[in-house]
């Protein structure tokens, strides 16, 4: 899948973009119509524990799903915000068989 990833007030390094691509990667086999993405990453308020925060766009035909989620490093948060769009396409797919 195309993924367009942005870090926002800082430079990402090459592991965490492979991580977040590989990740992002594997929703092909939930939904098989993925048409691209983006990646947001941005550290809020640094004086926090949770400051890591992901934001994933997902563009399918007719449809956007959009998931985010803070946590303590971008790899977690990932792992959630992948998760979360994982079963908005689980739900979108069931929709598609039903009608």
Do not use: W
């Amino acid at each position: 899948m195309k993924l367009d990833i942005q870090s926002i007030h800082f430079d990402a390094d090459q592991k965490l973009l492979d991580y977040l691509q590989k990740k992002c990667d594997k929703l092909d086999h939930f939904f098989n119509h993925i048409i691209d993405g983006q990646a947001y990453l941005k550290v809020t308020k640094p004086a926090t524990n949770d400051n890591k925060e992901v934001e994933i766009k997902i563009h399918v035909p007719g449809e956007t799903f959009i998931a985010k989620t803070q946590a303590s490093t971008f790899e977690a948060a990932t792992d959630l915000t992948v998760d979360k769009i994982k079963v908005q396409l689980k739900s979108f797919k069931e929709k598609l068989r039903t009608h």
